[in-house]
């Protein structure tokens, strides 16, 4: 920490506070190097300092939809609630899912606008988990899309557990709001809230600290990033999710803190079958925030 305190880095999502180390993270073991989780003197956000190397990021990312639970659909329903609570219209509307995962987003607005137009972009995509899909598949990193897409325009643009993964997430959705967003058109984004109750309470096991995860973001800095992409929050709040038991057990005995995962894979085994079967809706430590960009006769310019 004593070699970190020397340069206090910028924080890459207020760009006004600077990096104060909290503790040592992870050691990256492609570089020997240790990995510091930094609060930003500024907006409060958490970000990891130095970035992990592509190598070990790439290792966290192998295998990872696979360390799921066995059925990828089990998320659908739960996305559907979501949309339903959101109560933004995607009929006829063109979609982007940046990050799409398993495809259970574009497979719940399949099912719930079926006349929206649906462009996915994952780089880690699995064909034979969405062949039956109508959406348009983007199979390269978002960064790269964001570069090469610039012409296209989408009505509504959903980051959903995906921007704490990006290595510069100010930059791309500064470039995501000004070259892929209808004037209109709005954004719905899901993250790691580091001002959650759930992070004090469970401190180093919180089920959200990941190598993967760069970034954990305050309200005081989406609300940075949100001014300099130019867009106007409509709302931000703690998300509510609704989630089986099962998949929460199948996730938390994969993911995140090793002595939190044997503590979830023990209750595993003890919580019957149809028990696993039934859902809760509760908070999981993230924000959701939707912003929209307005449209330029409605600025005054
Ligand atoms: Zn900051």
Known sequence: VAAMAEGFATCALCVKGYLRPQRRFATDPYTAESIFLCACSGCAALSLSPQPSPQYIADQYAGYFQRRSPDTRIKVPAF???????????????????????????????????TARVTAVEPLWKPELADDLEVEVIAEPFERFIAHYAGARFDVVFLLDFIEHLQAPRNAIVELAARLLK????????????????????????????????????????????????????????????????????????????????????????????????????RYGEWLWVASKVPVSETGL
Do not use: C
Not at 88 to 103: C, F, P, T
């Open 80 to 114: 559907l609630w979501m949309l339903r609570r959101l109560g933004i219209s995607l009929s006829g509307k063109r979609v982007l899912d940046a990050g799409a995962g398993e495809g259970n987003l574009v497979r719940a607005i399949n099912l719930a606008a079926p």
């Open 183 to 282: 004037p209109g058109g709005q954004l719905v984004v899901t993250t790691p809230n580091s001002d959650a109750a759930s992070r004090r309470l469970f401190g180093r096991m919180w089920p959200q600290y990941k190598v993967e995860h760069l970034f954990y973001y305050s309200r005081a800095s989406l609300r940075a990033i949100g001014d300099a992409a130019g867009l106007t929050t409509v709302s931000l709040r703690t998300h509510q999710k609704r989630l089986p038991i099962e998949y929460l057990l199948n996730v938390g005995g994969s993911f995140g803190p090793p002595l939190l995962q044997r503590g979830v894979r023990w209750l595993n085994k003890l919580v019957p079958r149809p028990v696993q079967r039934l859902s809760i809706t509760a």
